[in-house]
């Protein structure tokens, strides 16, 4: 198998990062760098951008605003947005929901709602989780109740990524109760601003409001708003977790990370010496990026095999080995700024106070714990590993 990029895969490369230098705006790519967190417009702003430009959806057919390109293309698109610090595209409505709609919604449905996804007219977030249906997400509760040509919805939702800046949830609920847990779930599109939903901040460790409760009380939804048939939405859930997990792996992104993370280690000074001549610390750097190499291999691998149309149990194995190495290098951070990242503020996330970026790394560590949960918890993933590709 051949992974060589070829001349015409660097030049696409070349005009990757040309767009980049042309078109990012400075002050994002600063934010993005030194681990601030975007506002609401800048999210918007940047993906509309984009959009005038035909590139908020590489993945997605051409008929659909899709650019078109190769797998290979398009990881070397990602790359380069990471290695530029541009903020990602609102996923879940680009990488999520649009990929059930593409397959299973009505043509109304898609005329609708697929040019205000790519265009971040709606911002989208997910209700899946509830008390006590995480991992055993068959067990949720939130009920819908036909009522004429409405579904009255009751319930709660939780850890809703972003839910304060929503207008739109795409949600599963109970339609029945009958048969298996699984075959009583509806997929529905939840306008947010309906009467009876109360939305409330949960701050996580690191202090920020990343994500919320959601409640619902009689909440009206029209029937139109359901994406397929009644008492299916499983089918269609777990067609939209596979998507979830192929995105979190993060390659390009710990790519940058690591070479910071190396010029970083060269301006701290321990016991009087640059850190980055320290051989304990710089053999556990060596550690991750060997760990890294190997992941991107595998990535370029399934890309190379056309693989990453198919979402199996490989999008596990670069869920979990992803998650992990994003996690080691936000720990190597830490522990290379020492004492700079003691005094650590979650307003660092939302302002510029210093330019390397270190007020802040103490609140993305804290906050990279969630990548090992969401997405399907490693340990799930482990489990489907262990079922689909060990046959255990
Ligand atoms: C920051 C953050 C953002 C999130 N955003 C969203 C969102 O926008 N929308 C949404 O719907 N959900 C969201 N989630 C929820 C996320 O999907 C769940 O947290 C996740 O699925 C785990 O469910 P749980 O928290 O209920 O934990 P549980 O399922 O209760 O699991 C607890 C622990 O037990 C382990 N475990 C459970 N079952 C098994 C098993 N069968 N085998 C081995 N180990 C097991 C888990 O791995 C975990 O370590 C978010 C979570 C976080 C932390």
Redesign the pocket.
């Known amino acids: 198998m051949d992974l060589d990029y070829t001349a015409a895969d660097e030049a696409f490369r070349d005009e990757a990062r040309q767009f980049l230098r042309e078109h990012l705006p400075a002050h994002l790519q600063h934010k993005i760098l030194t681990r601030q967190r975007l506002t609401r417009d800048e999210a918007i702003g940047w993906q509309r951008l984009l959009n005038q430009h035909g590139r908020v959806a590489p993945g997605w057919p051409v008929q659909y605003g899709g650019t078109g390109w190769s797998p290979l293309q398009r990881h070397i698109w990602a790359e380069e947005c990471a290695q530029a610090g541009a903020p990602p595209v609102l996923g879940?409505g680009v990488n999520l929901l649009a990929p059930v709609l593409m397959h299973f919604a009505s043509e109304e449905q898609k005329r609708h709602y697929l040019p205000r996804i790519l265009n971040a007219d709606d911002w989208w977030?997910?209700?899946?989780?509830e008390p006590?249906?995480?991992?055993?997400?068959a067990s949720l509760k939130t009920r819908a109740v036909r009522d004429g040509d409405h579904y009255v919805v009751n319930g709660q939702?939780?850890?809703?990524?972003?839910a304060q800046h929503a207008n739109m949830m795409f949600c599963l609920v109970r339609t029945s109760t009958e048969g298996n847990r699984q075959s009583g779930i509806s997929f529905l599109l939840i306008d947010m601003t309906t009467p009876g939903i109360t939305v409330r901040p949960i701050i996580?460790l690191d202090g920020a409001h990343?994500?919320n409760d959601v409640f619902f009380d009689d909440v009206r939804v029209p029937v139109t708003n359901r994406v397929g048939e009644e008492n299916q939405g499983w089918t269609y859930a777990k067609f939209l977790l596979g998507h979830e997990r192929t995105g979190i792996a993060a390659i390009g992104h710990s790519k940058r990370e690591i070479a910071r993370l190396k010029r970083f280690a060269g301006e701290r000074r321990v016991n009087g010496k640059p850190l980055d001549e320290d051989p304990v610390f710089m053999r556990r750097v060596a550690d991750v990026e060997m760990e890294l190499m190997a992941l991107e291999i595998t990535a370029l691998s399934l890309v190379a095999e056309g693989a990453s149309q198919k979402i199996g149990a490989e999008a596990s194995i670069l869920k979990i080995t992803g998650t992990e190495i994003s996690q080691a290098i936000s720990e190597l951070f830490l522990e290379a700024a020492g004492p700079a990242a003691l005094p650590w503020r979650t307003e660092a996330s939302d302002t510029s106070a210093d330019d390397d970026g270190a007020a802040a790394l103490a609140a993305h560590y804290f906050n990279l714990r969630?990548i090992t949960?969401?997405?399907?918890?490693?340990?799930?993933q482990?489990?489907v590993i262990a079922k689909m590709i060990l046959g255990l």
């Open positions: 879940f977030c997910q209700g899946y989780s006590g249906a995480g991992s055993d997400l939702k939780t850890w809703t990524t972003l996580t990343e994500v969630k949960i969401f997405g399907g918890s490693n340990e799930i482990k489990n």
